[in-house]
């Protein structure tokens, strides 16, 4: 079973950092592309980041392009977020998801999980 | 980026009715849109896949159709655990992944 746990998440500064974590278990990781993604406070959900199975390309939305960057450590099983120069409208809850596809690259998002809050304010 | 739009915003239904729910793209995405469903309290999860696929261990009930820009998602006969907000997405076109604004499908 899909197991995904996210973490990290907190009240910052705009302008400030943080470093969201996600473990993984339940599958193999090192097979699988992995996202980020966010639900803001108005409930939109907003994909953020995208990172291919052996963390050889990544993507990012426009909006955070330059202030986040997504990794992976396969021998940990885990996923990152490294998010710089936060905004207020970054405020949102973060999810990291496993995709859909394993030989066969989807970029689908499939199993999310529970999320972790993040909140910029003055 | 293309744009989805989800309609309607909220359905009031009853057990056992059937839901329609539908998603419109600004333009073309073939059949790359997907569903998914966020319990209260929940992460998502993928319902539906390339218009049409149901994701494992998503029950009969559910049913999607549709290409290029106007897609359905049909629940034929609503159990209470799907009473939830269901969000389109698409991968036709990205970056950026994007999602509809999601419906809602509260027990009348």
């Known amino acids: 079973q899909v197991q995904l746990l996210e973490s990290g998440g907190g009240v910052v500064q705009p302008g400030g950092s943080l470093r969201l974590s996600c473990a993984a278990s339940g599958f193999t990781f090192s097979s699988f592309d992995m996202h980020w993604l966010r639900q803001t406070p108005d409930t939109r959900l907003e994909w953020v980041a995208f990172i291919h199975h052996d963390g050889s390309a990544e993507f990012y939305d426009p909006s955070v392009k330059g202030r986040f960057t997504i990794s992976r450590d396969n021998s940990k099983d885990r996923l990152y977020l490294q998010m710089n120069s936060l905004r207020l409208d970054d405020t949102a809850v973060y999810f990291c998801?496993?995709?859909?596809?394993?030989?066969?690259?989807?970029?689908?998002?499939?199993?999310w999980g529970r999320g972790t809050r993040v909140i910029v304010s003055p | 980026d293309i744009l989805l739009t989800q309609s309607p915003g909220t359905l009031s239904l009853s057990p056992g009715e059937r839901a329609t729910l539908s998603c419109r793209a600004s333009q073309s995405v073939g059949k790359f849109l997907a569903w998914s469903q966020q319990r209260p309290g929940q992460a998502p999860r993928l319902v539906i896949y390339?218009?049409?696929k149901r994701a494992t261990g998503i029950p009969t009930r559910f049913s999607g159709s549709g290409s290029g820009t106007d897609f359905t998602l049909t629940i034929s006969g609503l159990e209470p655990e799907d009473f939830a907000v269901y969000y389109c997405?698409?991968?036709?076109?990205?970056?950026?992944?994007?999602f509809g604004g999601g419906t809602k499908i509260e027990m009348k």
């Open positions: 998801a496993k995709d859909f596809g394993g030989q066969v690259r989807m970029v689908l998002p499939e199993s």
């Open positions: 390339d218009a049409s």
């Open positions: 997405h698409q991968r036709s076109s990205w970056p950026p992944l994007t």
